[in-house]
């Protein structure tokens, strides 16, 4: 009874770190649901065809053949660097404004109401909507039949997916180093001419500005650059190429099993256990063949064929090349100019010292007076104090030495160059 008294009585025990649960007050379903939860995207295909679909991430990743940390580098949420990277079935882009995915089919666009993004629909469906017209399907079918060139010769559909991704971003860079150039030119030949607080705070601005910027441009020419040396990379971004060879080599490779399965045995036949493991071995042996002849074709036809792939990387290599250059330009002319007011920074300072130097000399030359008003204002009598004309000679030979001693420490500056002569 005692006890339970006491436990009654006393405060109940706070909880320690061992049967304190684990987590407590975090949302860890919301943070779960946020994780896979469900974006727009904008999906147009070969045809130029759009529409808005809902997909989660998990849909996206089925979907494409990607995984996780691709997706994550088109997420708005993070901020990632320019990137572009080729996959088994889809190319994943990430160049300023522009998110997506582009398969051999298809381009999934992640949705955002930014202009750059609608201009990209607009323009990759007016592309694709002018080479249906001028090659309709009649004359392709036609062409192809008879080993004519299709539309599709020039350039695969992901290829021009992504020259409108790097033509957009190139424009957006283009124009940004552009207007920073309009902005920044004015601004420092006013800063050279008048040196100010507010001026020097508007290019502190500018140059941060053009710090960031040039970082982005930098990121997309490496990115290209990087495409450009890696031939395994360049062969992977070959979609089309890479999903009709898997189309023929499946039929092939089902043509072997079933030609093998006819010459071997009849469907109806019982199977003996004697006579299996030689048809099995075949039927290996056959599949083998099938895919080391893929994957030499493969390897034969990748070198031959990512030639139109640098020819593009190439192109857009040298306009980024360009806006690099224009904004290397503009911060050699801003070093340049702060290089410019440091010369006329020192210059004032050195005045200033000048002017110092003299002061002081002018000081010391004017503490003589003191010194000989000292000397004569001591408590002794002589008879210079009797003569009426005295205090004018004593005055005039001090300002004579005084000025005889600041001349002096004059001609010894300007000898030792320590002022302009």
Not at 70 to 86: E, H, K, M, W
Not at 107 to 130: A, H, K, M, P, T
Not at 198 to 211: D, H, I, P, Q, Y
Not at 260 to 276: C, D, L, N, T
């Amino acid at each position: 009874m005692a006890s339970n008294l006491k436990e009654r009585l006393l405060p109940p025990k706070p909880a320690t770190a061992a049967n304190r649960p684990l987590f407590q007050g975090l949302d860890l379903s919301g943070l779960k649901k946020r994780g896979h939860g469900v974006r727009s995207w904008i999906r147009i295909d070969s045809s130029g065809d759009s529409q808005v679909v809902e997909l989660d991430k998990l849909a996206v990743m089925r979907r494409c053949d990607l995984p996780a940390r691709d997706l994550r580098l088109l997420d708005p949420l993070f901020v990632y660097p320019s990137t572009i990277l080729g996959r088994e079935k889809a190319i994943v882009v990430n160049l300023e404004h522009i998110r997506c995915i582009i398969t051999a089919d298809e381009v999934l666009l992640l949705n955002s109401l930014d202009s750059y993004v609608i201009q990209y629909v607009v323009e990759l469906q007016r592309r694709l909507g002018f080479e249906r017209r001028s090659f309709p399907p009649s004359a392709n079918n036609f062409e192809d039949g008879f080993g004519g060139s299709s539309p599709t010769d020039g350039l695969p559909f992901e290829f021009r997916a992504l020259e409108v991704a790097l033509e957009l971003a190139c424009t957006f860079l283009d124009s940004q180093a552009a207007d920073l150039e309009i902005e920044a030119y004015p601004l420092l030949d006013e800063l050279t001419s008048k040196l100010s607080t507010l001026n020097l705070e508007r290019v502190r601005r500018l140059k941060s500005r053009l710090v960031a910027l040039t970082r982005r441009v930098q990121k997309v020419r490496d990115e290209i650059e990087q495409l450009m040396d890696d031939d395994g990379d360049m062969a992977e971004m070959y979609l089309t190429e890479k999903k009709l060879r898997m189309d023929s080599t499946y039929g092939d490779q089902s043509m072997i099993v079933y030609g093998s399965i006819g010459a071997g045995v009849s469907v109806s036949a019982p199977v003996s256990p004697v006579s299996s493991p030689p048809e099995s071995r075949r039927l290996e042996k056959s599949l083998s063949i099938g895919r080391s002849r893929h994957e030499s074709m493969r390897s034969t036809e990748s070198g031959e064929d990512i030639e139109e792939l640098e020819m593009l990387l190439e192109t857009y290599f040298v306009v980024i090349g360009s806006t690099l250059n224009k904004l290397t330009s503009l911060k050699e002319y801003i070093d340049d100019t702060e290089d410019f007011i440091n010369i006329q920074l020192d210059n004032v300072r050195n005045q200033l010292i000048q002017f110092e130097l003299l002061l002081t000399t002018a000081t010391f030359v004017v503490a003589i007076f003191g010194v000989v008003a000292g000397i004569f204002g001591m408590n002794f009598s002589i008879s210079l104090f009797d003569e009426p004309g005295a205090f004018k000679w004593v005055l005039l030979i001090t300002g004579a030495c005084g000025l005889l001693i600041f001349c002096g420490f004059v001609w010894f500056f300007r000898h030792r160059r320590l002022m302009p002569l």
